[in-house]
């Protein structure tokens, strides 16, 4: 079965600073991965996903994220936080084909920007 | 906005009750996802449904039923009712459900359940 583990229930970061969050899955073949983003009161906002072609994928609001297979790693990252990224930010997980929207979600990290 | 309604936003209810939860798609998505948020459990999976077939289940309980309708809203019924249901349930949709590649899943503010 697959799962994802997001290392860091609460990250603090200083505004302009670097947003790095960790995402690590377990699945026997190369699956979709996907970041999402939760605003307070409010559904869940795609932020990027990862379908297989290039591993270094670009999102939403200047975040983009690296899929490594060897490492089974998709970290997301922004290099310049900025207040409006405070927010809970989930990865998920899902298997290739006709399934692809049944998503196995990580815990969520929650970040919190500081001026 | 993501153009998926769900309504209540809120409902607080009794144990052993039963209540429905209504999802409207965006317009021309034929596939629908159920999922539950609640603190112990993060976000689950429970249920897809494309254009008015079941196609997939996940960690749903017997007590919970689901649907879709022809006009493609889609309803979540949750019966005998416990304290642990106590929980944010998200209607997804998306547009595609072909093999080789995803769409993009569109989720809506959620149903907040509060059982006492």
């Known amino acids: 079965a697959q799962s994802v583990t997001q290392l860091g229930s609460h990250v603090s970061v200083s505004e302009g600073a670097l947003v790095l969050l960790r995402c690590n899955y377990s699945?026997?073949?190369?699956?979709?991965l996907f970041w999402y983003v939760q605003y307070p009161n409010q559904g869940l906002q795609l932020l990027l996903k990862y379908t297989s072609a290039a591993t270094l994928v670009k999102g939403i609001n200047g975040f983009e994220a690296e899929f490594k297979k060897s490492e089974t790693s998709f970290h997301l990252t922004k290099p310049s936080a900025h207040m409006s990224d405070a927010a809970e930010y989930f990865c998920a997980v899902s298997d290739r084909g006709d399934s692809w929207g049944k998503l196995q979600f990580g815990a969520g990290t929650q970040v919190v920007v500081t001026p | 906005d993501s153009g998926v309604t769900q309504t209540p936003k809120h409902l607080i209810t009794a144990t052993g009750q039963r209540v429905t939860l209504r999802c409207s798609p965006r317009s021309g998505d034929l596939s629908v996802y159920w999922y539950q948020q609640s603190l112990d459990q993060g976000l689950q999976f429970l249920i897809h449904y494309y254009n008015g077939e079941e196609r997939a289940k996940g960690n749903i309980l017997e007590r919970f039923s689901a649907q879709q309708f022809p006009d493609l809203h889609s309803e979540l019924n949750l019966s005998s009712l416990e304290l642990g249901d106590s929980a944010l349930y998200f209607c997804?949709?998306?547009?595609?459900?072909?093999?080789?590649?995803?769409?993009?899943?569109?989720f809506g503010e959620g149903s907040r359940l509060t059982v006492l």
């Open positions: 997804a949709s998306s547009s595609n459900i072909a093999g080789g590649g995803t769409g993009e899943l569109f």
């Open positions: 699945s026997s073949v190369p699956p979709y």
